[in-house]
């Protein structure tokens, strides 16, 4: 595969995309025989190891708990929540056969968990002194995706689905908790350096079954957008239909209230997508499987060369004891050279290129990723303040994502104008609205844009003297409007 | 559900097995309305969690690298080497549907992993150089038992499935990489204290598509064998199923050589089950979720009871800080007495009994959870000996266990003896065999036990003057038999 420039604003992300992944060995897709389904390499298997540890150390902190749970649905369980079943049942695979025998109950491969779940909390649960109660499973799920799948972003087999699952004495609580799960998402993503706008989703685009939906939206180089979470607030609607009843404080008998919120393999597409450059992977320090590679670079004679790897192998002895993932690069049938390339393509944050001149200065020469800047230092103090390097990039790389981001954000008066500024830079624009659900879908109609929904109540909108482009009255609230993924 | 005590020799290891799996919310079966599937809960979840990162220590030491691959075999990749189909057919799940739709290809939950490996090796490898290569992955199997299922020992979806899948430049690679598997197996259920025999199973009894299969076996407390790990060596049959081919280093091509090893649930079964004793689980400290339990006695008035407060937080501060998983029990409605049931049932190693007096003294009185025998020192020494606490605990639990083992094991002359010596006192007997397929045969049909094999080569045997008890011939061996699981 030839090297594609990454170029936003053009098609050419998906082919640098998809060049990415195969060069940096992150996930093989597209040769194994079923369309939507990849294979995790080792490299790629380590990122996202990195990237689960910081989603599951934000979850423990606020008591969530991890369990594991069946991947096959009885139908009748997928059925109990009529909403749900129709917002999944063409997307459902379903098994009917156990080896040469046909199963009396067809059994669907879980397309997300809650219809598991909730029966299984029917029997832990009784009183709302065992509440709020929050699990959260990470593991594969299935959609029979008819949209043309991608790797890591629109699969058919979700290897990495977190879902978390929270139970509830009352509505205000389960309210509570997805206000919880916003902030944890938040302290997620911000900790990756991934940008986002939080909206509420329109009436018609939530989660099958859930009485409201709140999601997380980012912006690919190629200016589409990209959901990268959702919390929703689940009502009754499950506890009641796998009832799920408790009793409460004042003594009476009542349903359950639950919240699910889930983040998927595309947390890291989004991660490669954003920080990525021309040369390959762009890692943060937090997640690279390696933080540090260094390069000996073979002296003139055999006893300088053999110092400069003794000089190496101290600097890896050192960085190590410091808690730093470092590797030495002893190939001995490439040069220098095509070690640099390897090293950029697969994003390692900090390069070091070691020759006799460092050996004799006690110097290093440390290229970072992000900026490609070269710095020769005391040995000593790049020890010292490796972890400080790491601090800089990481927040360097941060504000360049979320620069672009911000850049992609504009406003429109009109549908027209929608348009046009989506035209010119992607990302997403907001345009007034009444609140009504007729101008909203007309608005989605006549833009041929897809609505991401409403900024949250929290958040302050500038709506003076604005009117709603359909129907003229006065606006109450913008509508997000993208090219979505 | 009546606690029921264990009593080794009686069926009543399988009820004690399903009372602790319950009580001690580890693993929550047969409530799900899907024969042969359960659920991890969130202690039994942390237990496996810790089991799994013993596991991938020895692996990764060795150059193992983990990978995730797809869930799903389309039927002509798992047809490709046919003696491995001829093994899974009849128990394989079968995905016919996707959505409303039929599929083209018939897709199977996997059973196991060979037939996706092996063709992406296929991708990857081409020459001598890059061998070998060791992958792992853990994940669901699926298979459709007929026999009964049992939680965790027997499961139709198994959810911890380590499986290894290695490959090779020469017949004699993959032999050395048998023996490297064996060792860290070995290593694995050491640490564990799970005490094994290592058998060569029969050729009737190998893997389906493997030349020669190596089984550990262990005796549960019923006295019945469980076998809990497995090395295969493959051969060159799906390397060249799925024409895995590669230069070799004198430049010829051939097709690569492979192996693969598996390790299930059963560990933590096993572990649960030859440690276990009538009031519940007993953990290793190793893989405990809570290591030290405190359990604050509340003194007769409120400011000594303030003070034994400070003092167990204190010593909670001092154990956390030298990494122990350390936890109060401060809860106000249950009596002290109950909490210690309730700790002792869930297997944690050490308790803390802290009320007035040991304040008084500087001092605490711990309870071991293996002995159950109860200490009082001086605080600074306990915090100073947790750690060799810990190890006393292990090898005393690790000696224990090995010691039931041993007593378990036996030697017979005649198929009566045999018999009669697993009647009496289960575990396995060793018989003199001639070595001939039809002996091994009839031995195994005449004793109504279960062949598990043949020692290793590298094991001695004792089998001097010893005659096979079909032919008379002189014993070439030994055959172990079992009632097994």
Redesign the interface.
Known sequence: MKKPTRERWSSKFSEWFDWVLEKAEIY?YG????KG??????YG??I??YVLNIIRKYLDEKGH????????I?EY?LRKESEHVRGF?????????????ELDVK?A?RPTSET?IT??VA??VQSYKQLPKK?YQI??I?R?E?KATRPMIRLR?V?TFKEAHTFHDSFEDAERQVSEAIEIYKKIFDTLGIPYLISQRPEWDKFAGALYTIAFDTILPDGKVLQIGTVHHLGQNFTKAFEVRIQLKDGTIDYAWSTSYGISDRIVATLIAVHGDDRGLVLLPSIAPIQVVIIPIPAKNEEDTKRVVEYVRKIKQELAERGVRVFIDERREVTPGYKYYDWELRGVPIRLEIGLREVENNTVTYVRRDTLEKKTIELEEFIDKIHEIFQEVEENMRERAKKYFKERLSRADTIDEARRKIEEKGGIVEIPWCGSLECGLRIEEESGLRVLGTPLLNEEVDIKDKRCPICGNTARSVLRLAKTY
């Open positions: 093989d040769r194994y025989p079923i389904m990849g294979i995790w390499r080792p298997f380590k996202r190891k708990e991890e369990i594991l749970l069946p991947l096959l009885p369980y049942e063409d997307q459902v695979y379903w098994v009917t056969h156990g080896g040469l025998e059994l491969l598991i029966p299984m029997l832990w699990y593991g594969s299935f029979y008819t087999e290897t």
